[in-house]
């Protein structure tokens, strides 16, 4: 459980295990009974549960995960979604025990062999050919068991012969990609773990990666912002939504949206009820002669304070709705990391002022 997870941004790190799968939401029976139903290994990849898993994650004071139990099984295809700055690589960084919650814990399972996609491109080493890359030297790799001709495994990621043994420096950038993808794709692994693995990919070299990942039998940590990659390939989604909490829902990124819950009722709503049950309760217990001497305590200015707080309050909630309800939007996530990081500290702002705002109400009403 993740129930307040602040996380220093300097450590978190699976140990070694199996599978992994996130929720907020706790496991229910037929969830459970479904992440059983597992291949191989351990029962486990991941486990984050009620009994101290990762309580809270912060850097400073502001915390990135919060509330939030899952368990992850073998085999599940897990996308990661927010926009920049909301703590994806965060919450990635703490399943994979690179860094460690400030409270509670998770757990792993056994025999864990994790594979990374190079967000950078940073892996190939430049003084070597394509074969040289994949193989290092050797003719034959082994691929689930089974041994293929380097030749032959580098032809199913469209390279000619001779494009294969010559130097990377003489490759084009969708060439250096699938290089990346064959070198990642020989790699033994269980869980394979991809940051943004579709920047800069042709539609060719998406195509390919699409089918690779449809035949891989571990399990998948995907962070992107391709909303049709993640529909074509994750089996559900890890939501960052905001102020720590992490949504699970089943599917990609489409059915996320669909499964999102509506806005809670508006707070102004229920103040205004509030307001509205006082004076209604006034009249039927002689109420003029009471009501009259608690409002006599209050300033000229605190009078009209407490007058113009309701409009105040008002217009804050459809600041706050507006403010969220555009993170909810797809486009949303394609925003420059300065204006995401400019939206949340506006939406902060204002709930700040919000929350002072009922406050003070709370404090003039008393």
Known sequence: ????????????????????????????????????????????????????????????????????????????????????????TTLLKLLLGELQPDSGEVRQGTNLQIAYFDQYRATLREDWSAIEN??????????????????????????????ARAPITRLSGGERNRLLLAKLFA???????MDEPTNDLDVET???????????????????????FLD??????????????????????????????????????????????????????????EAAPARRKLSFKDARELEQLPAKIEQLERDVEGLTGAMNDPAFYTRSSAEVTAHTQQLSKVQAELDAAYARWEELDS
């Open 187 to 193: 790699q033994p692994s269980n869980l394979l773990v």
């Open 206 to 228: 998406l195509e390919l990666l699409e089918e690779l990942l449809g035949d891989y039998t571990g399990t998948l940590l995907l962070v992107s912002h391709d909303r049709d």
């Open 1 to 88: 459980v993740f129930e307040d997870l602040e996380i220093p941004a300097e450590n978190v790190r699976l140990g070694e295990g199996d599978w992994l799968k996130v929720t907020q939401v706790r496991l229910g029976p037929a969830r459970l009974t479904h992440c059983m139903r597992w291949l191989g290994l351990s029962k486990r990849c991941v486990e984050i549960a009620r009994t101290y898993a990762a309580e809270r994650f912060a850097f400073g004071e502001r915390v990135m995960i919060r509330d939030f139990s899952t368990t992850i099984m073998r085999g599940d295809r897990i996308g990661l979604i927010g926009p920049n700055g909301s703590g994806k």
């Open 134 to 163: 994949v193989a290092e030297g050797a003719d034959f790799i082994d691929l689930n068991g089974k041994r293929k001709h380097v030749h032959a495994y580098l032809q199913d990621f469209l390279f000619t012969p001779e494009r």
């Open 232 to 289: 074509n390939v994750v089996t559900s989604t890890l939501v960052l939504e905001g102020e720590g909490r992490v949504g699970d829902y089943i599917g990609g990124y489409t059915d996320s949206l669909r499964q999102r819950p509506a806005p809670a009722q508006s707070a102004m709503a229920v103040a205004k009820a509030s307001a509205t049950a006082v004076p209604a309760a006034q009249p039927a217990a002689a109420p003029v002669a």
